[in-house]
């Protein structure tokens, strides 16, 4: 009985923080109001009959961009996947190689099924990585150009795909490259 409520209270503890997790991985700060000096930058002198009004301009602050593979990357390293859920398009195409999983599914569902990544450790997402470069003359539609790829020091497989808008819309997931290579 121990065990059990053992269990049950190490599951609960692992919800909860994933979910704070997800929820503070997903949280965007939006500036606070910006204070707008309306003193003149110079008095007017005794002989000006002439009010000054002086309007301001306001400052176009634009968006900072985040960089999607750089967020994708930092999620993978970190085994946060569920900070990705935010970067995915509404519809995943998800792809597990030597199996028949997955197809098109929503994003929540494409989120979870990141966890079969979870035994991966040390991934490696450098281009210049020999095993990438093969893996994408090998397959290069699910693995070349456009792709976001990195290998675990295990040897897991994973590459996302972006769409026009930025969002994660494909991702392939292997337990080894050695699948995909001759």
Do not use: H
């Amino acid at each position: 009985m121990r065990n059990y409520l053992l269990g049950i209270v190490s599951i609960l503890i692992l919800i909860t923080v994933v979910g704070g997790a997800y929820y503070f991985g997903t949280q965007k700060s939006t500036p606070g109001p910006e204070e707008v000096s309306t003193t003149p930058s110079a008095a007017p002198s005794a002989t000006d009959k002439s009010p000054s009004i002086i309007t301001p301009s306001p400052t176009p602050q634009a968006e900072p961009e985040v960089d999607v593979s750089e967020q994708i990357i930092a999620a993978m390293t970190s085994k946060n996947t569920q900070a990705l859920e935010g970067y995915m398009a509404d519809t995943v195409q998800v792809r597990l190689e030597a199996s028949g999983c997955c197809g098109p599914i929503t994003k929540a569902e494409a989120v979870s099924q990141l966890s079969y990544l979870d035994p991966a450790v040390g991934w490696n997402f450098d281009p210049t990585n020999p095993i990438l470069i093969n893996l994408a003359a090998a397959v290069p539609d699910y693995y070349g150009s456009g792709w976001i790829v990195g290998v675990a020091s295990n040897e897991y497989l994973v590459s996302f795909k972006l769409n026009n808008q930025n969002k994660i819309e494909a991702y392939n997931l292997a337990s080894t490259y050695k699948l995909l290579l001759p």
